[in-house]
């Protein structure tokens, strides 16, 4: 008795999660950082006209990072995943740090 069918081990080498979960996930991380970081840029720019393309421009690359590394886990390039996820990390700081001052 197999504990796993062949097609269901294949899908899960190829999506570690569904498109559904992803797409969801790209939409609130596109929405809460563009939300969080139209004020620094506006801000810190003192030009709100260049802010904001500026803040959708690093909100959509935050958005993309949890479909990028997904993938590449899912090719197994570890090395280049993790520095996808310390990317993101580094892009989320930026933000916090931004905030606070």
Do not use: C, H, R, W
Request: aromatic share 12%; net charge positive; hydrophobic share 60%.
């Amino acid at each position: 008795m197999k504990l796993f069918k062949t097609t269901n081990v294949n899908l899960l080498k190829n999506f570690i999660i569904s498109k559904k979960v992803l797409f969801l996930l790209t939409l609130a991380l596109f929405v809460i950082d563009f939300s969080l970081s139209k004020p620094i840029y506006v801000n810190v720019l003192d030009m709100p006209e260049l802010g904001v393309p500026i803040a959708a421009v690093f909100a959509f690359i935050i958005s993309l990072l949890p479909k990028v590394t997904a993938k590449l886990l899912a090719k197994k390039q570890y090395i280049l995943s993790v520095i996808a996820i310390l990317f993101g990390i580094g892009l989320m700081a930026f933000i916090y740090v931004g905030n606070t001052n």
